[in-house]
């Protein structure tokens, strides 16, 4: 009894994938050598007949599917992975949250993790890892100001905002005392109208 050999490749555990990730950032590639303009030119390659008709018969791979979308945030839920989501941007469309099985033009997206968005390309599985955003944070609005912040001070209470007794006049006696003799000066209407 022979058992089958796996044709699934290991994945590195997660950590693994931080780790790599993290000495990107520390160790980033080094820029590409500048060339000058001068010393680039194009001339079209000269062809014979006869590659011409080889060209005509051999079959083309298809080109490997490049995404065109960068992640910006995840959030997954481990339990119920079908609820994960992507915050995502595409060029010329803006920001969009995306779920496994949508559809992002020719791909599809499988899984989303909590470092990439897997994604399939007819037979071919990629994925596109969460960079930082080097954008930075939209400054926060002003707080509204109190009369505590400016020069002016604030408006005496009136009578109308501000009730003659308090709702409680045991806090206050004072104020129960102003209230009645201010009743006691007000006319009286008189008594038995002969």
Request: without cysteine; charged residues 20%; proline residues 15%.
């Amino acid at each position: 009894m022979s058992l089958a050999k796996s044709t699934l490749v290991p994945r590195p555990s997660p950590l693994v994938i931080q780790a790599q990730i993290y000495a990107k950032l520390l160790n980033p590639p080094k820029p590409a050598r500048p060339v000058a303009k001068s010393s680039i030119s194009w001339a079209p390659p000269e062809t014979k007949p006869a590659t011409r008709a080889l060209q005509s018969h051999v079959k083309v791979a298809p080109k490997k599917a490049l995404p065109n979308f960068k992640v910006h945030a995840t959030s997954v839920f481990a339990r119920q992975p079908e609820k994960s989501m992507a915050l995502i941007s595409q060029p010329g469309q803006g920001m969009a949250w995306i779920r496994p099985g949508d559809t992002l033009g020719h791909l599809k997206v499988m899984q989303i993790r909590k470092d990439a968005v897997v994604y399939e390309f007819e037979e071919s599985i990629g994925e596109v890892a969460w960079t930082p955003s080097v954008t930075p944070a939209p400054p926060r609005p002003k707080r509204a100001s109190s009369a505590m912040d400016t020069d002016v001070p604030p408006s005496p209470p009136t009578s109308e905002s501000w009730p003659a007794v308090p709702m409680n006049p045991r806090t206050n006696r004072l104020a129960v005392a102003q209230s009645q003799s201010n009743h006691a000066a007000l006319p009286r209407p008189a008594r038995g109208g002969r």
